[in-house]
Nanobody, 117 residues
Framework: QVQLVESGGGLVQAGGSLRLSCAAS????????ITWYRQIPGKEREWLAV???????NYLDSVKGRFTISRNNGENTAYLQMNSLKPEDTAVYYC???????????WGQGTQVTVSS
């Protein structure tokens, strides 16, 4: 099993920054990709960015240049650095791990990000 715990959310003014963390425990060596999503109440969960085992990344176009995903395999932690935040970035942010062990997909509990105008 893999357990994920997100942290770093909070309230920030528009234009500010936050860094979210996703700490993994358990069978962390089985993780090959970590993805960040966000969800606004009443809407579907939105894919934001992914980082592979060796640091390769991909981003949703609308956050490219503002958000940076990274991972520290030694610390079993992934990060999402978010800059130039906008009120529309307000959501619950989740990390997901794709792993080589069943059930192959693991989710954290989410962390709330609120951006005030």
């Amino acid at each position: 099993q893999v357990q994920l715990v997100e942290s770093g959310g909070g309230l920030v003014q528009a234009g500010g920054s936050l860094r979210l963390s996703c700490a993994a425990s358990g069978s962390t060596s089985s993780i090959y990709a970590i993805t960040w999503y966000r969800q606004i109440p009443g809407k579907e969960r939105e894919w934001l960015a992914v980082v592979g085992r060796f640091g390769n990344t991909n981003y949703l176009d609308s956050v490219k240049g503002r958000f940076t995903i990274s991972r520290n395999n030694g610390e079993n932690t992934a990060y999402l650095q978010m800059n130039s935040l906008k009120p529309e970035d307000t959501a619950v942010y989740y990390c997901k791990a794709d792993a080589q062990i069943p059930p192959y997909v693991f989710w954290g509990q989410g962390t709330q990000v609120t951006v005030s105008s």
